[in-house]
């Protein structure tokens, strides 16, 4: 089997912002919408040091659990199955898996949806 490098990845000196327009980001006009397929449920194991994610498609009822070390092994596995049909979804998703992942390495408790802990629970 091949193994690809990773491409590398060059910054320029100078970057052109001749033209460039400043957005300022906003939730103002944003209207949630479940995504078609379900839910994810999220919540770290400490024991086991493992992150686990309930997929459901009814109210809390659990089709599949993923269990993954990480944000990006649970990513890609969730991608793989075609969980996820919504960007927003996927964005939010990934910020809440980070944040489980950050939550399982510095000994904070996790709560999804909640603002990050400034201290260990």
Known sequence: MQVMKKPRIIIPKK??????????????SYDWVQDKPGYFLIRI???????EVGF?????KVKYRIIGKNAKEIGIQVFKMKLIKRI?????LGRQL???????????????????PEKKI
């Open 98 to 116: 980070m944040k489980a992942e950050m939550c399982l390495k510095l000994g904070f408790s996790y709560v999804q949806d909640a603002v990050f």
């Open 56 to 60: 459901c498609e009814q109210l809390n």
């Open 45 to 51: 194991n400490k024991t086991n040091k493992t992150i």
């Open 15 to 28: 970057v052109n912002t001749k033209g460039m327009k400043t957005v300022i980001a906003s939730l103002e």
């Open 88 to 92: 927003d979804h996927a964005i939010y």
